[in-house]
């Protein structure tokens, strides 16, 4: 994805005025990192020349519709701990929740092992399950998101 050229001036113009000197972004589609320096944005330059006026926006690992993201009801459940993901309490079961399925407060969304233990990780909240972003079997990392919600 790129950024549109004037949302990018309109964002550095802004972080220039506000005095920041620096600032991240990220979301399901975009990853932005900016760094000021004497009120440019710069990124090193390897060839040992003055800094240039460039941002580095990388897709990010999953993608979801912009008007999804921008939804304050959409949220992302974390892994709470370095493991092993799984979907279902079994291979041959059928998955804790479903895509699209909705998930009641206490519910079951998946089990992940950590040092041969499962935990299962339950809904924080009610709503619908909009994405699965982990492939069962998977490892996962502390603070990796592994369900898109739609709070109900």
């Known amino acids: 994805m790129q950024l549109p050229l004037d949302e990018l001036q309109s964002l550095l113009k802004t972080l220039d005025e506000g005095g920041a000197s620096e600032f991240e972004y990220e979301d399901e589609k975009i990853r932005l990192k900016v760094a000021m320096v004497r009120g440019q944005a710069s990124a090193s330059n390897s060839s040992g020349g003055s800094p240039s006026s460039t941002v580095a926006a990388m897709p990010a690992v999953f993608a979801a519709p912009a008007a999804v993201a921008a939804d304050p009801n959409v949220v992302f459940v974390t892994s709470p701990f370095v493991g092993t993901f799984y979907r279902a309490p079994s291979p041959e079961a059928e998955d804790f929740v479903p895509v699209n399925g909705s998930v009641k407060q206490g519910q079951t969304l ?28 998977k490892s996962v990392e502390f603070g990796q998101k592994l369900f898109k919600i739609k709070k109900s």
Request: proline fraction near 0%.
């Open 110 to 137: 998946c089990i992940i092992e950590a040092m041969k233990l499962m935990n299962e990780i339950e809904a924080e909240f009610s709503g619908i399950v909009l994405e699965v972003l982990v492939e069962s079997g």
